[in-house]
């Protein structure tokens, strides 16, 4: 499986008109469930007022983890032409709400799913789409003794490290992208003294 997606690096917005409706369209980067609920949430607040607020998503990078909602409208005529943008520009880790204002004129299946499809890739086109890896986050234990052996393996190997203690027994946390886990947290472990936990997929 690869370790590596494309997101958006940014929030963005879209807008598509058709017969007096408005759709306004919201992609979010969202890495957990939670992230999503708390976005659909702030938009229906916001557009307390609009008819509907249809939405999907998808996280992970296998594609099986996604979600379609159409909210009120006819099944399939929302949620769904928003995922198929989602997976036919290759995204994940993403979120977009479509805001419908409702113009008086019926748009009928066929118009809706057009306007929905229209309105996302509006706001995807807006956005900005960056590569990012997938990465595992390790926290190493050891001996001051040691400290100069593995900080010659966080240099070499270009280690991002997101926290460093020093004292009696040191402690560095880093994320490594999945490709490089068995390469460097195998050098790591050469060394004597050293405790590798994993802590997390991020």
């Known amino acids: 499986m690869s370790d590596s997606y494309n997101t958006i690096e940014h929030p963005s917005e879209g807008l598509y ?8 369209a919201y992609a979010y ?55 198929g943008q989602i997976k036919s520009h290759e995204l994940t880790n993403i979120l977009v709400v479509v805001v419908r204002y409702f113009g008086g004129t019926k748009l009928g299946v ?20 960056i590569e990012k ?19 010659r393996i966080v240099k070499e190997e270009k280690l991002n490290l997101t926290k460093q203690d020093f004292n009696l027994t040191c402690t560095v946390v880093f994320s490594l992208r999945q490709s490089e886990v068995a390469h460097v947290i ?11 936990e994993f802590l997390r997929v991020e």
Not at 110 to 129: H, S, V
């Open 110 to 129: 066929p118009g809706l799913i057009r306007a929905y499809k229209e309105a996302t890739i509006d706001a995807i086109n807006n956005g900005t789409i």
């Open 29 to 83: 980067p969202v890495y957990t469930e939670e992230q999503i609920k708390e976005r659909v949430a702030e938009l229906k607040d916001k557009y307390y007022d609009a008819r509907h607020h249809c939405f999907a998503w998808q996280l992970g990078v296998d594609g099986k983890r996604f979600r379609a909602n159409d909210d009120g409208e006819p099944s399939g005529s929302a949620g769904k032409p928003i995922h």
């Open 186 to 196: 195998g050098r790591i472990e050469k060394v004597e003294s050293v405790r590798c």
């Open 17 to 24: 008109k058709e017969k007096g409706s408005k759709f306004i």
């Open 133 to 151: 890896t997938v990465n595992d986050v390790y926290q190493i234990n050891f001996d001051y003794l040691v400290m100069n052996d593995i900080m």
